[in-house]
């Protein structure tokens, strides 16, 4: 009688392996090291090593040219019935010019974008083993929440690359779709590609994260410590100008400071040429309500390679069904049927932290102003800045008149002008789209100001856990003292 030897893995063995692999672990090391751990047999590195690779091209079929790409293609052109399942909305295949372009979405997250009037799109690298780049489009909600639309590969990072994109859109969507505001790093690709699409007539905003992070790259070109603190210092107080016009004041006040500077001269230079005379674009006030970084999306990209893809450069055939499993991902975030659905918020969100600080403003009793416009449409309020003193109508009137000319004379000059006093502008109609002039508001479209004044004039209410009064006197250390006795009368 023969003894019959089992040939190959055994099926426990491939289910664990199966199990494993869907949790994140694919490296054949760290596998067969699950394996003793789990008290299993492992088998030979070359069993393991042929089992992956024929896992691998069951679930990714190779795709060795453009043809085969082509072929993978067509079969997901078609739009399904299932709002969150991905199909392919735009493709080209250039035989020639040996060029392609491919990009994914879903019918739910192209409703999110169909009436957006802005568009953030940024290409990252590392996920492809051919070195094709891999770019997405999203849109920031009115909580700066960054939601990703589309997502693509093309072979490189050219105006044509990003032409392809934002065609893709507008063929999905609608000829009627027209963003008005770009908002992306330095890149002139990408704004050359969005011009192709839509036309010159649109607003470009430049990431300020990446403008800071180049402005400490230069570091180097200032060696006094504190003249750069108070350089890269007046420089932040650009970036958070309120429009145009202060930008254009506060640059030049802060260039006669440092432009015939011989410690700071040649990174004036630079800053100028790059910063102020080329881009601008890149200060809060430029458009306000939207973000003015890209720091959403580069967080998307940085997730997707620390997470989806584990750091790994895929080839083709699993980069393709990548794309098409994340496209599914994040459509199935904003089912609103998902109990742990990402919602779009279309206004200002004003959470417990806004709501406490805003209680606790309120409770202070803050020095508040206010003038009615003389057809009585709008109410301004004034408020004075903490620390400084009580309003006066004179410092008003100075307030509005200096903001208004940009007559500062020197940098300090204007930082202590627009931080006398906060401005808010009430909106009526919806008080969350009330505008006000504090730092923070620039930043998140939502404020202490503007919700205190809200709960002040009865048009909404705190949540009981924004109010955190204290119960009582905290216990002091030690035993504490007896209850004295009543008083006792005969």
Not at 128 to 148: A, R, V, Y
Not at 452 to 479: C, F, M, Q, W, Y
Request: glycine share 6%; with cysteine; proline share 5%.
């Amino acid at each position: 009688m023969f003894n019959l030897k089992h040939v190959g893995m055994k099926p426990d063995i491939k289910q664990y392996i199966v199990d494993l692999l869907s949790s994140g672990i694919s490296k054949p090391n760290k596998i067969l090291e699950s394996l003793r751990d789990k008290g299993l047999t492992p088998p030979r590195k070359s069993q393991l090593n042929n089992f992956l690779q024929v896992r691998r091209q069951n679930i990714s079929p190779p795709i060795l040219s453009l043809g085969s790409l082509e072929s993978y293609v067509t079969n997901l052109r078609h739009i399904p019935e299932d709002e969150d399942k991905p199909y392919v909305i735009h493709c080209i295949f250039d035989y020639v010019e040996k060029w392609f372009g491919v990009s994914f979405s879903t019918r739910r997250l192209l409703n999110l974008i169909e009436n957006h009037p802005s568009i953030q799109c940024d290409a990252t690298y590392k996920l492809c083993w051919e070195g094709f780049p891999i770019l997405i489009t999203g849109i920031s909600d009115k909580q700066n929440t960054f939601h990703p639309i589309s997502i693509s590969i093309t072979t490189g990072e050219t105006a044509k690359d990003y032409e392809f994109i934002f065609d893709s859109l507008k063929k999905s969507i609608g000829q009627s779709y027209k963003p008005t505001l770009l908002i992306a790093d330095a890149s002139e690709a990408i704004t050359n590609g969005f011009s192709e699409s839509f036309g010159t007539d649109f607003k470009r905003a430049y990431c300020s994260f990446h403008v800071l992070k180049n402005v400490d790259g230069k570091r180097n070109l200032v060696n006094n410590k504190s003249k750069w603190t108070e350089l890269r210092n007046g420089i932040i107080e650009m970036q958070l100008a309120r429009s145009t016009e202060h930008f254009q004041a506060v640059s030049k006040l802060w260039s006669k400071i440092y432009m015939d500077d011989p410690e700071t001269k040649e990174f004036y230079k630079y800053f100028k040429e790059e910063y102020i005379d080329r881009r601008q674009n890149w200060y809060e006030g430029y458009a306000l309500g939207f973000p003015s970084t890209n720091n959403g999306l580069e967080a998307t990209n940085r997730w997707i390679k620390s997470q989806g893809t584990l750091r790994n450069r895929l080839p083709m055939g699993e980069v393709m069904t990548f794309l098409v499993k994340q496209t599914n991902t994040w459509s199935y975030e904003r089912n609103p049927s998902n109990p742990n659905c990402k919602p779009f918020a279309a206004e200002p969100v004003v959470s417990l932290q806004i709501e406490t600080a805003a209680f606790q403003w309120s409770q202070a009793q803050p020095d508040t102003k206010f003038k009615t416009s003389a057809d009585g449409s709008h109410v301004t309020y004034f408020i004075s800045a903490s620390g400084k003193p009580k309003l006066k109508e004179e410092d008003i009137n100075k307030y509005l008149r200096v903001t208004s000319n940009c007559s500062w004379r020197t940098l300090d000059g204007y930082l202590s002008s627009i931080n006398r006093l906060w401005m808010v502008t009430l909106n009526k109609n919806n008080w969350k789209y009330s505008e006000c002039t504090c730092p923070y508001y620039l930043k998140k479209n939502i404020c202490k100001h503007i919700v205190g004044l809200a709960v002040n004039l009865k048009l909404t209410e705190l949540s009981a856990s924004a109010k955190d009064i204290p119960l009582g006197k905290k216990r002091k250390r030690g035993r504490p003292g007896k209850a004295s006795k009543a008083l006792i009368v005969d």
